[in-house]
């Protein structure tokens, strides 16, 4: 027997999938998901209930009337040993002549009253399912677009998150992998990098960043079509959101000038990245093979007079005058430690000529310290050799963390896990010996 729904219900699930921008189809599935669950419900605490099985069971719905039918597939059978999966051949025959033994035939098991007392309890689980299905729309539509840009809407800003709203999706951005003293209105219109999707059963969000080097390099793939196009390239990029970045670029054709590219006509293509983080202000640096050339450069814009490197042990000394000696160092070191995490080299700048000049020495009589340290350092344990909790063994094995090395990456802030707590950080911080 059949059960008839109120069409309006039907009507209005049609405006909510085309308000969210999902097929038809889908939404229609959906809704048989919903009542199938309402009919599992009702069904759970009778005799021929308790056993039910999904997969032999189906709903259809006549759009035009709005009537709903259970339908339970059972196989037809000439002694009858479960009522739930069988029914008898002479019974079947009574439905469809044609029917024998071993032959299958769905039958009604819609019950009294179904429409009305299914439809309240469908209701939850059918807006839980267009959920469901919303997001992995979103999901196909953006899985493509994970390390690139992407436009939103704040929506609200809670003690964890900053909620965005990107084409009528929910997207989170955690506090920590925001701009550092920018303001977040709710209405604001900003651009993100999409980070991943989420995946887990209770958060299919998409996660965001704007604080991250990878947002600053986005945004230059962006602007800078010689970057897209593949004649200009980023070589690395050293960042202190909201405050100051260098990003190291270099051509890949002899006809384009990198550092002219990535400025852009009077200006305006670095003007526009600046105006998005802005007030930090970013430095576009040549990159150089030769080490100390490219130490120089990311110096800039302080002026450099001249560069010893240690290879093997990754150190620099850099002699400036005294008057540029403030400068390459920069407001609480900034610049010189964006330099260094530009290079991956130590940089210990002087404008000590005799410093500068005996610095060999120095070298050499603390060379087998070095090297001993070096030896220390190159025993690098994996993540399940240590302190750690399985838990967060598990999460960091799932950002792709493997080694104690890697979470350096976690400190700082170059990869994030949402699960981890500041209890977790500290942990991690203990682990790697890095004082509060």
Known sequence: ???????????????????????????LEQVKKAYLTAYKKMAKDTETGKNEEVSSLAVEIDLENGEITILKDKKVVSVLTDPNTQILESHAK?????????????????????GRIAAQAA??????????????SIKAKYEDKVGKIISGVILKKDQNYIKVEVEKAEAIMPLSEAIPGEIYKSADRKRFLLVRLQNSPTD??????????????????????????????????????GSRSKVAVQSLHEKVDAI?????????????IMNEVSPEKVDIILFDPDIKNYIVNALSPAKVVSVKVYPDMKK????????????????????????????????????????????????????????????SMDEDPVI??????ERQKRALKKVGIEKKSDLYKLVNKEITIDTFTSKDINKIKKILDIQE
Do not use: W
């Open 1 to 27: 027997m059949s059960a008839k729904v109120n069409t309006d219900f039907i009507s209005a699930i049609y405006q909510i999938a085309e308000e969210r921008g999902l097929d038809q189809e889908v939404v």
């Open 94 to 114: 009574l439905i469809d002549p044609k029917l024998r033994e071993g032959d299958h035939i769905q039958i009604d098991v819609t019950p009294d009253n179904f």
């Open 123 to 136: 209701f939850q689980r059918l807006l839980q399912g267009l959920k469901d299905a919303e997001l992995e």
């Open 204 to 241: 299919k969000r998409m996660l965001l960043s704007r604080g991250s080097s990878n947002f600053l390099k986005a945004l230059f793939e962006v602007e800078v079509p010689e970057i897209a196009m593949g004649s200009v390239q980023i070589v690395g990029v050293a960042r202190e959101a």
């Open 260 to 272: 002219g590219a990535c400025v852009g006509p009077k200006g305006t293509r670095i003007d526009t």
């Open 316 to 375: 620099s000394v850099v002699l400036v005058s005294e008057d540029m000696l403030s400068l390459a160092i920069g407001k609480d070191g900034q610049n010189v430690r964006l330099a260094a995490k530009l290079t991956g080299y130590q940089i210990d700048i002087t404008a000590d000529k005799e410093k500068f000049e005996t610095y060999d020495i120095d070298e050499r009589n603390s060379s087998q310290h070095n090297t001993d340290q070096k030896t």
């Open 384 to 389: 399940e050799d240590l302190n750690l909790s």
